[in-house]
Every structure is written in C-alpha cells, then in structure tokens.
C-alpha cells in the first residue's frame, strides 16, 4: 500500500516570502499526483496534478510543484505567498490503475501574516 | 453547477441515535467516496463506492454503513451515534474509471455527539 508523508505539518510565513511544502510518497509503480487546498471553513479544492510528462506543473493562484521520480517527491512551491493563501494544503497519490482510491498526506496549515 | 452537495451542513447528536449523511453529485461520475476529517490526521477514507452498485470499506469503517442509492447519490449511516464519531465528514466523487481524475468535494457535515 502507498504511503504519502508531508513533512510539515505547521508553517507561518510573512506575504512575499517563497513557499515550499514537502511531500513524498512510497510506492513503487506509476503514481498521479495531486496537491488539493482547503480555505478555512471550506472544502478542498484541486491546486494542480500531475500524470506524466513535464514534471514542472503549474496550477491555479500561482503555484507550481515538481516531480522527482528519483526522489519520490511532489513538492509544492509559490515564490511569493499572500494573506489570501492561508489554508491547509494536501498531497495526494494515486497508483495507475487499480482501485482508483487515492491516499492523501495529512496535511500542512499555512498561516500568512499580512 | 452544484457538483457535490452534502446535507445536512451541521448535526449535533446524542450519544446511541441514528442519523443518515445524504450526499449527491451531479457530474455524472462513477465514483464516490466518504471521508472524515480530524485534526491532524488528514482525510480518512471510511467507505467508496467504484461504481454504482458497489461499495467497499475504507480504512475507518467501524460504526458506519453506506448506500449507493443510485449513480448520483451515496449515503453514510451512522447506526449508533459515539462521541469518537464527532467529526467532519466528507463526500467526494471522481471521473470515470481513471486513476488521473481528481476528486471533488461537497462542503462538508459538521457533526458533534454529545
């Protein structure tokens, strides 16, 4: 069985500071990969996926996050945050084929001070 | 533009009572899946449905049953309500057959057991 790790789990930032959210994933076969936001009080909502090809994928509100196959990795980054980013951020895998159940990370809660 | 759409949005309950968790998607996916949600244990699957007709446990699935009542619907039962329940639930649901669809959430069920 798959297994997704996000390695912080609390991170406060200044707006305008660069952002990078660590996730990485144990499986062995092909995986999709996927980073889901949810504002506060809200649902979570699709950042960006990734299935094959360019491993540099960019999503909505400006973030983007790179595949490393060599690494396992999914990290998540926006080179400058806002107050408006605050939320809690979600890394997700799901293996090619099979039961179509994705396995997601525990999350990271991103706080924004304006 | 519905998309998922969960009732009802909040629930207190009294330990030992019943309630049903109504869930319904409007995307024509075959997919549907039911999570909860606690602080700082991520999303956790208690059942999914693969298809219509078909559903199976997740990785919390102690104290609840589900109905896929039709392609649309996916209901979560709790049959004998525990303060351990109090939680945030929620339904999701993805595209046809492929491990690349993301998923889709409603906004969630507030529940708390007195």
């Known amino acids: 069985a798959q297994s997704v790790s996000q390695h912080n789990h609390h991170v406060i930032l200044s707006e305008a500071a660069s952002l990078e959210l660590g996730c990485n994933y144990s499986?062995?076969?092909?995986?999709?990969l996927f980073w889901y936001v949810q504002y506060p009080g809200q649902h979570l909502q699709l950042l960006l996926k990734?299935?094959?090809?360019?491993?540099l994928v960019k999503g909505i509100k400006g973030f983007e996050a790179e595949f490393i196959k060599s690494k396992f990795s999914f990290n998540l980054r926006k080179p400058s945050v806002q107050w408006s980013d605050t939320a809690e951020y979600f890394c997700a895998v799901m293996p090619w084929g099979g039961s179509y159940i994705p396995t997601f990370g525990r999350g990271t809660s991103l706080i924004v001070h304006p | 533009n519905a998309g998922v759409t969960q009732t009802p949005k909040f629930q207190v309950l009294k330990t030992g009572q019943s309630m049903t968790l109504q869930c319904a998607q409007d995307m024509n996916h075959n997919s549907m899946y039911w999570y909860r949600q606690d602080p700082g244990m991520g999303l956790r699957l208690i059942y999914y449905s693969a298809s219509e007709g078909t559903t199976d446990k997740g990785e919390v699935p102690n104290g609840y049953n589900v109905s896929r009542l039709n392609k649309r619907e996916f209901s979560l039962r709790l049959e004998s309500a525990a303060p351990s329940q109090t939680s945030v639930y929620f339904c999701?649901?993805?595209?046809?057959?492929?491990?690349?669809?993301?998923?889709?959430f409603g906004d969630g069920t507030r529940l708390s057991i007195l």
């Open positions: 499986y062995g076969g092909t995986v999709n």
């Open positions: 990734y299935f094959s090809g360019d491993p």
């Open positions: 999701a649901s993805s595209g046809r057959g492929a491990s690349n669809q993301p998923q889709h």
